[in-house]
């Protein structure tokens, strides 16, 4: 049962352009929302996070937007840059933050 | 300040055999959260600990998986008698007290069971 979906396997982006990545989760319990990026060989590294209070939170080149009725979350990146290019997972937890539920990723390639 | 480290990286064991998994989490960090990305597909949960107490363990198969983080050392995640569907990545993750919200993962170690 996947309660995050990342519905595109793979997304390719010029460089300079913006990069939008999409999430969609099922349960209405989570309240927190996270982005890892991943490198091959290595683990997720923290990117950019959301509470469900909010519906947008910045952080230099990289915004997180939340749609709550709509279940929907996504990362824009702007502008994207070829060592942009990896693999972006989104995650979310519930009120008791003891699991986190990770989409399957989404490999995004900057094509310089 | 060193992140969670991972050993082995890769790991090789024969079907039936054991395998150990050793995460040491950051400094200061009280909570270790394991998980297992099979190919193909995204992390999945297995086991959330904090020192000495398994917290929630929801995640991790009934039988032969078994995780702890001791007072002293690094935590370990246990696999007997493994088969090849345990082959996989399998990543720990650290956080500090007493907000948990924000995980660092280690680089993972492989598992092949042949």
């Known amino acids: 049962d996947q309660q995050v979906k990342q519905n595109s396997p793979s997304l390719s982006v010029q460089e300079g352009r913006i990069s939008i990545l999409n999430c969609d989760y099922t349960?209405?319990?989570?309240?927190?929302f996270l982005w890892y990026k991943k490198y091959p060989a290595e683990g997720p590294t923290f990117l950019i996070s959301?509470?469900?209070?909010?519906d947008k939170n910045e952080d230099g080149r990289f915004t997180v937007f939340l749609n709550k009725s709509a279940k929907h979350l996504s990362l824009h990146i702007v502008p994207s840059q070829p060592g942009d290019s990896a693999v972006y997972f989104c995650?979310?937890?519930?009120?008791?933050?003891?699991?986190?539920?990770f989409g399957t990723g989404t490999s995004l390639t900057v094509i310089p | 300040n060193a992140g969670v480290m991972q050993n082995p990286r890769h790991l090789v064991r024969r079907r039936g055999q054991e395998a150990r998994l050793r995460c040491s989490p950051m400094?200061?960090?009280?909570?270790v959260y394991w998980y297992r990305q099979l190919p193909e597909e995204g992390l999945k949960f297995m086991v959330y600990?904090?020192?000495?107490?398994?917290?929630?363990e929801s995640g991790m198969p009934k039988e032969r998986f078994s995780a702890e983080f001791p007072k002293e050392g690094p935590s370990i995640l246990r696999i007997q008698q493994v088969v090849r569907g345990d082959s996989a990545a399998y990543f720990c993750?650290?956080?500090?007290?007493?907000?948990?919200?924000?995980?660092?993962f280690g680089p993972g170690t492989r598992l092949t069971v042949l």
């Open positions: 993750a650290s956080s500090p007290p007493p907000d948990p919200d924000t995980q660092y």
């Open positions: 995650a979310a937890s519930g009120p008791a933050g003891n699991q986190f539920y």
């Open positions: 349960n209405s319990m989570f309240d927190y």
């Open positions: 600990l904090q020192k000495e107490n398994i917290i929630d």
């Open positions: 959301i509470s469900s209070i909010k």
């Open positions: 400094k200061g960090h009280s909570h």
